[in-house]
């Protein structure tokens, strides 16, 4: 591959830019970020990651929806956490120290990917091991393709101590050993066999629905978002990269993402961005309302008008959207709000869903967005500090980074996240299904059921690959 011979021809100034990183950390007594871009020949790079998947991998894929942007990141250079109620703030406090003496060279900028707990109040869970209230890694190698156009990134965080050539050492045997498993054939393994589920009875969680009802009658909240975890237990290793084939094929216009920590791999195709910024140009979505698809065009419209007709649906988009529009009135100005949603659809159901833009306003981030937009309505309720306290009460798991923002955030400013939905947590043999309904007053708790078997089915096909 030309890919590996660039890298190796670019080796001179890989260590440059390594050596003078080196010597700023001296200076400054603390390490400082490095990054090399060049660009390379067009890799698929949802193949790559089914090609070099493994068991503890530290690996991310994210491609955005209607086969926009896609990352393929491989190896930790260094990570950026946070936790509790600073935890946005934080991340974003150390990216912008990292960047102030930031060593940087090539066409595209050092960038960070990871994600963010959704509520981090709730005691986190063993099985979300490695997927902390806030976690958003340099990858040490990161592959950026954009339509034809593909880049590669190495990234590096160069201590006092450090060589440039041992970092240069790390960086190539990382980019070999990467593409000796992507060049080699491919190791054929049987699909896993569905062996059982385990979640809690639908008796139980159509009562949850109730007290939830019982809430929005005796209190002020409007709204409360209640999810469904399902255990799926399989008769070998579920594959993270067969499981994203998967649903790629199912789902084209759908964002795609893999985070693969340690043990697990938390995969999805999200219907939902949760906000966009490119060049101070900021873009989010109202997504609330469902129906399911119907094989038959004809009846599929029908299904699709019925929505757009439907009052509890029309309700509760509405109320996603004026609380969108109210947290991003102080981080954003000349917000444009269409005035009636619009329908997405993806496999298996079909939403309401609303764009939203604007423009950022001075000395704002996308983190301070995110942390403003987070939870929104449609996967949170309002009023929000009710809701969350609803969702911790009642529902009785932790969602870890289901539901909860999942994206990039590049040196320049720009970034996308997303709403990890339609996801699930693999771990070995088993898969963690996650699944969750909006309850405003006119819910009914057995309708609300099958909606989540409607949102669970997409996955529960793509693990059965």
């Given at each position: 591959?030309?890919?590996?011979?660039?890298?190796?021809?670019?080796?001179?100034?890989?260590?440059?830019?390594?050596?003078?990183?080196?010597?700023?950390?001296?200076l400054?007594?603390?390490?400082?970020?490095?990054?090399?871009?060049?660009?390379?020949?067009?890799?698929?790079?949802?193949?790559?990651?089914?090609?070099?998947?493994?068991?503890?991998?530290?690996?991310?894929?994210?491609?955005?929806?209607?086969?926009?942007?896609?990352?393929?990141?491989?190896?930790?250079?260094?990570?950026?956490?946070?936790?509790?109620?600073?935890?946005?703030?934080?991340?974003?406090?150390?990216?912008?120290?990292?960047?102030?003496?930031?060593v940087?060279?090539?066409?595209?900028?050092?960038?960070?990917?990871?994600?963010?707990?959704?509520?981090?109040?709730?005691?986190?869970?063993?099985?979300?091991?490695?997927?902390?209230d806030?976690?958003?890694?340099?990858?040490?190698?990161?592959?950026?393709?954009?339509?034809?156009?593909?880049?590669?990134?190495?990234?590096?965080?160069?201590?006092?101590?450090?060589?440039?050539?041992?970092?240069?050492?790390?960086?190539?045997?990382?980019?070999?050993?990467?593409?000796d498993?992507?060049?080699?054939?491919?190791?054929?393994?049987?699909?896993?066999?569905?062996?059982?589920?385990?979640?809690?009875?639908?008796?139980?969680?159509?009562?949850?629905?109730?007290?939830?009802?019982?809430?929005?009658?005796?209190?002020?909240?409007?709204?409360?978002?209640?999810?469904?975890?399902?255990?799926?237990?399989?008769?070998?290793?579920?594959?993270?990269?067969r499981?994203?084939?998967?649903?790629?094929?199912?789902?084209?216009?759908?964002?795609?993402?893999?985070?693969?920590?340690?043990?697990?791999?938390?995969?999805?195709?999200?219907?939902?961005?949760?906000?966009?910024?490119?060049?101070?140009?900021l873009?989010?979505?109202?997504?609330?309302?469902?129906?399911?698809?119907?094989?038959?065009?004809?009846?599929?419209?029908?299904?699709?008008?019925?929505?757009?007709?439907?009052?509890?649906?029309?309700?509760?988009?509405?109320?996603?959207?004026?609380?969108?529009?109210?947290?991003?009135?102080?981080?954003?100005?000349?917000?444009?709000?269409?005035?009636?949603?619009?329908?997405?659809?993806?496999?298996?159901?079909?939403?309401?869903?609303?764009?939203?833009?604007?423009r950022?306003?001075?000395?704002?981030?996308?983190?301070?967005?995110?942390?403003?937009l987070?939870?929104?309505?449609?996967?949170?309720?309002?009023?929000?500090?009710?809701?969350?306290?609803?969702?911790?009460?009642?529902?009785?798991?932790?969602?870890?980074?289901?539901?909860?923002?999942?994206?990039?955030?590049?040196?320049?400013?720009?970034?996308?996240?997303?709403?990890?939905?339609?996801?699930?947590l693999l771990?070995?043999?088993?898969?963690?299904?996650?699944?969750?309904?909006?309850?405003?007053?006119?819910?009914?708790?057995?309708?609300?059921?099958?909606?989540?078997?409607?949102?669970?089915?997409?996955?529960?096909?793509?693990?059965?690959?």
């Amino acid at each position: 591959m030309k890919a590996l011979t660039r890298l190796e021809e670019h080796l001179g100034e890989l260590t440059q830019v390594f050596e003078q990183a080196r010597q700023r950390a001296v200076l400054q007594a603390e390490p400082v970020l490095a990054s090399y871009a060049l660009a390379i020949d067009a890799v698929d790079l949802l193949e790559l990651f089914c090609r070099v998947d493994q068991p503890c991998a530290e690996a991310v894929f994210w491609r955005a929806a209607d086969g926009g942007r896609s990352l393929f990141g491989w190896g930790v250079a260094a990570e950026l956490s946070g936790a509790g109620e600073q935890r946005f703030a934080s991340v974003d406090q150390q990216w912008q120290h990292w960047l102030r003496s930031a060593v940087i060279h090539g066409p595209q900028p050092p960038l960070l990917c990871g994600g963010f707990r959704f509520d981090h109040q709730v005691q986190a869970s063993s099985a979300w091991q490695g997927f902390g209230d806030a976690s958003m890694r340099l990858m040490t190698l990161l592959l950026i393709r954009d339509a034809d156009a593909c880049w590669l990134l190495c990234q590096q965080l160069v201590g006092p101590a450090d060589t440039a050539q041992s970092r240069c050492e790390q960086v190539l045997n990382e980019w070999h050993g990467l593409m000796d498993r992507y060049l080699s054939a491919p190791v054929v393994t049987p699909p896993a066999q569905h062996r059982r589920d385990q979640s809690l009875p639908r008796a139980c969680w159509e009562s949850k629905i109730v007290q939830a009802l019982d809430a929005l009658r005796d209190t002020s909240m409007k709204k409360v978002v209640l999810a469904r975890e399902v255990l799926s237990e399989f008769s070998r290793a579920v594959s993270p990269g067969r499981t994203l084939a998967r649903l790629a094929s199912n789902d084209p216009a759908a964002y795609l993402f893999a985070f693969r920590r340690q043990q697990s791999c938390f995969i999805g195709a999200s219907p939902e961005r949760l906000v966009k910024l490119d060049g101070g140009r900021l873009q989010t979505l109202a997504l609330a309302g469902t129906s399911r698809r119907d094989p038959d065009p004809q009846q599929d419209a029908q299904l699709a008008q019925a929505l757009l007709d439907c009052e509890k649906n029309r309700h509760e988009h509405a109320l996603v959207v004026q609380i969108i529009e109210s947290s991003l009135a102080p981080w954003a100005s000349q917000l444009q709000v269409p005035a009636t949603p619009s329908v997405q659809r993806l496999s298996r159901v079909q939403h309401l869903s609303t764009v939203i833009e604007g423009r950022l306003r001075p000395q704002t981030s996308l983190l301070q967005v995110v942390e403003a937009l987070h939870p929104t309505p449609a996967v949170g309720g309002h009023e929000r500090q009710q809701a969350m306290a609803h969702i911790r009460h009642c529902e009785g798991f932790d969602r870890g980074w289901y539901a909860a923002p999942l994206g990039w955030l590049d040196a320049q400013g720009n970034g996308e996240f997303i709403v990890g939905l339609r996801s699930a947590l693999l771990n070995g043999e088993q898969a963690r299904l996650f699944a969750g309904c909006g309850i405003v007053p006119c819910s009914d708790p057995a309708s609300e059921y099958e909606e989540t078997c409607i949102k669970l089915a997409g996955m529960q096909l793509a693990l059965q690959a």
